[in-house]
């Protein structure tokens, strides 16, 4: 099954606006975390939420986890055309007896200046 | 403070050739995971491995794909007889220690393409 299901799966919105990115997953998660590619690199981590925590913000990132309703958002406050790239959310679980860090498929974000 | 290095960048072979794929981990840290991410797709975990141990290799196929993290050197990913379904970018990740102790720190990937 898919873990980790951003949505939308492309977002484009101009400079200065938030962006908010939503992820759902399926099963009990250990912690959630939100990466960044920028076309053609690797993937750089944004922010980890346990799963015993509610918000956390860094800088103009701020990321819910709702483990009632098994989602998260990815909300990006200013957006800047630096911000283009794709998101991806990544559940930290226990599957098939290993725990293993799960991506969803991202989410590409294009911010026009 | 060098990060995670992968080499090559780009790898060019043709069907039945074989790949190899190396990952040298950030100072420091001894987990090493391996990440295959197709066009327009998430990361798929391959393999988990610490210094001369596969910890997980659950998302590897079983046939032509083996991975290695020797005592010395980098971690190796090593596709045998490629075929055109093996192009895809290949990332490395390594953390100082394993699961749920925080991010994975990957490379820039290597790009496969089988001709």
């Known amino acids: 099954s898919q873990q980790g299901e951003e949505d939308p799966q492309a977002l484009s919105i101009q400079e200065g606006e938030n962006a908010t990115m939503n992820c759902s997953y399926k099963?009990?998660?250990?912690?959630l975390q939100w990466y960044r590619q920028n076309s053609g690199r690797g993937l750089v981590h944004l922010i980890l939420?346990?799963?015993?925590?509610r918000e956390k913000h860094s800088g103009r990132l701020r990321v819910t986890l709702d483990t009632s309703k098994k989602s998260s958002s990815l909300l990006i406050t200013a957006s800047r055309a630096a911000d283009t790239a794709s998101y991806f959310c990544a559940t930290e679980r226990t599957q098939g007896g290993s725990e293993k860090l799960v991506f969803g498929k991202g989410m590409k974000l294009t911010v026009n200046p | 403070n060098a990060g995670v290095m992968q080499n090559p960048r780009h790898l060019v072979r043709r069907r039945g050739q074989e790949a190899r794929l190396r990952c040298s981990p950030m100072k420091g840290h001894s987990h090493v995971y391996w990440y295959r991410q197709l066009p327009e797709e998430g990361l798929k975990f391959m393999v988990y491995?610490?210094?001369?141990?596969?910890?997980?290799e659950s998302g590897m196929p079983k046939e032509r794909f083996s991975a290695e993290f020797p005592k010395e050197g980098p971690s190796i990913l090593r596709i045998q007889q490629v075929v055109r379904g093996d192009s895809a970018a290949y990332f490395c990740?390594?953390?100082?220690?394993?699961?749920?102790?925080?991010?994975?720190?990957f490379g820039e990937g290597s790009r496969l393409t089988v001709l």
């Open positions: 099963t009990s998660i250990n912690n």
């Open positions: 990740a390594s953390s100082p220690q394993g699961w749920n102790t925080g991010e994975l720190f």
């Open positions: 491995l610490q210094k001369e141990n596969i910890i997980d």
């Open positions: 939420i346990r799963s015993n925590e």
